[in-house]
C-alpha cells in the first residue's frame, strides 16, 4: 500500500489525443492524480466535470490534474467531448499502474464481490513524492478539498 511521504511510482499512460504521459516528465510541477472506476456513469462524470470547473485554480497553484481508468482511450475521447471535460485522461487497460497506487481493489455490489478501482485521489509533488492520499473518495466537496491541499503546499 501507497504511503504518504513515499516516492510515487514512475508510470506512461496514453491519453485521449494521442500522446502519452510520464509521471516523472511533470517533475518540477505538482501532479493531482486521480482514480476513477468508468468513463460516463454519474460520480465519475460529477468528479471529472467538477476537476474540469477548477482547472483554473489548479494551474495557478502550479498543479496538472490527471484522471485514470481502465477505460480505453477512445471512450475517454467521447467521455471527455460528451461533457467538454478539460483534463487529461489516462487509460491503464491492464491496471498496472492502478495496482502500484493500491486502487485496484475488491469491492461488491448488489451482493456480488467483484475487482475494481476504488475511487482516490494522490496529490504528488514536484519532486515526485506523495504528500496527500484520498481512499474511497466520496464526491461532493472531495475536488475543493484536493485544491485547498494543494495551494496549502
Do not use: N
Not at 501532479?31 to 466535470?49: E, H, I, N, W
Not at 483554473?56 to 481502465?70: D, H, I, P, Q, Y
Not at 469491492?107 to 492520499?133: A, P
Amino acid at each position: 500500500m501507497l504511503d504518504e511521504g513515499a516516492p510515487a511510482p514512475d508510470f506512461t499512460l496514453p491519453q485521449d489525443g494521442g500522446d502519452d504521459v510520464t509521471l516523472s516528465h511533470l517533475k518540477g510541477k505538482t501532479v493531482v492524480l486521480y482514480f476513477y472506476p468508468r468513463d460516463d456513469t454519474s460520480g465519475c462524470t460529477k468528479q471529472a466535470v467538477a476537476f474540469t470547473e477548477h482547472t483554473a485554480a489548479f494551474e495557478a497553484a502550479g498543479a496538472v490534474v490527471l484522471g485514470v481508468s481502465k477505460d480505453t482511450v477512445a471512450k475517454h475521447g467521447k467521455f471527455r467531448a460528451k461533457h467538454d471535460l478539460g483534463i487529461a485522461l489516462l487509460s491503464d487497460a491492464d491496471s498496472d499502474v492502478c495496482e502500484r497506487y493500491g486502487v485496484w481493489a475488491e469491492k461488491s455490489m448488489y451482493g456480488k464481490t467483484y475487482l475494481g478501482i476504488e475511487r482516490s485521489t494522490f496529490i504528488i509533488d514536484g519532486t515526485g513524492t506523495v504528500r496527500k492520499i484520498w481512499r474511497k473518495v466520496k464526491v461532493p466537496g472531495h475536488v475543493e478539498a484536493v485544491l485547498d491541499a494543494v495551494k496549502a503546499l
